[in-house]
């Protein structure tokens, strides 16, 4: 009797152990879809066959955090600050010599994939990916989902060369275009085009608006801002917008803000999580109204 019910319980055993056997071969499979696979960026560059006459050179490399710096020498810290997970490099060569770099850098969300793009502009607006910006012939650059790519030629080329590699490279890569809460809740009445950039940290601003280099505001990855320029009553206004975790970090930053001697700054408020301050040569009346705008 004993040994009959010690079988039962050893073969309902069995059968457990081979649940859990699936249960975990299935979560090996899962963590490797999501994880290994996505963060390969090198899977999505383009291949042989894309452009007549251009053939990748060797093998794509993929870069982490840890050896960043080999690909963007210098520059790392503005990649860290949106949450840089991955990148991956390939090189092409063309006819006559002609070389072709393709960067591609996974971002922590859509939303950093955007600020990065954001705050890269230097050409003109392309219509690829969810955005693009380009030096005719020389130079590509869009964002798509959470991913940045930036396409540089060795020399002058047709612009469907580079527009050629630029599709590809957006058909294999995850569908997707939302941008960031904050940018599309900015007042369109006066806004600059293309001058919306969405930021973490204060070295992603840097250019557009000097705080000082000591992070006056409190801005971390926990943090979503926007730096947008406006025509206000004739003049040119640079607008902050900061939302933070809670509105205790919100209060802080304004009185850090206040007590500060950022120079050309109007006028600052806060509301609840939310801090924006207008900075430039325009009337308090014209800042004010702009200020209202937001925070409604």
């Known amino acids: 009797m004993r040994a009959t019910v010690l079988r039962g319980h050893l073969r309902r055993w069995g059968r457990r ?14 963590v490797a879809c999501a994880g290994g696979v996505a963060d390969d960026p090198a899977r999505s560059l383009p291949t042989d066959d894309v452009i007549p006459g251009w053939a990748r050179q060797e093998a794509p490399r993929v870069f982490t955090r840890d050896d960043l710096y080999e690909l963007v020498d210098g520059q790392a810290e503005a990649f860290f600050a949106y949450g840089l997970t991955h990148a991956a490099l390939a090189r092409y060569a063309g006819p006559q010599g002609t070389g072709l770099r393709i960067e591609l850098f996974r971002l922590a969300s859509p939303a950093d994939a955007y600020g990065l793009f ?11 990916g969810a955005g693009g910006d380009a030096d005719p012939g020389r130079r590509l650059a869009f964002w798509q989902e959470r991913y940045y790519a930036r396409l540089q030629t ?6 469907e060369i580079l527009l050629g590699f630029g599709r590809a490279l957006a058909a294999a890569l995850p569908v997707g275009d939302e941008l960031p809460e ?9 806004l600059h085009p293309r001058s919306a950039r969405f930021f973490r940290q204060e070295i992603s ?3 557009w608006l000097w705080l000082g280099g000591t992070n006056l505001l409190g801005l971390s990855q926990e943090t ?13 206004a640079r607008l902050l917008w900061v939302r933070y975790p809670n509105a205790a970090a919100a209060e802080k ?15 600052a ?28």
Request: charged content about 20%; cysteine-free; aromatic content about 4%.
């Open 17 to 30: 152990v081979a649940v859990l056997d699936v249960l975990l071969t299935l979560s090996v499979i899962g």
């Open 118 to 128: 954001s705050t890269s502009l230097s050409g003109e607006p392309v219509a690829l």
């Open 253 to 267: 930053a304004f009185r850090a803000l206040q007590g500060s001697t950022i120079p050309h700054r109007v006028m």
């Open 182 to 190: 904050l940018v599309t809740r900015l007042p369109a009445d006066g």
């Open 154 to 159: 060795t020399r002058p080329v047709a612009d």
């Open 269 to 296: 408020q806060m509301k609840e999580k939310e801090l924006v301050a207008v900075f430039g040569e325009v009337g308090v009346e014209e800042a004010k109204e702009l200020v209202n705008k937001v925070l409604r």
């Open 224 to 236: 979503q801002g926007v730096l947008a320029d406006y025509t206000l009553g004739g003049g040119t």
């Open 205 to 207: 601003i840097q250019p």
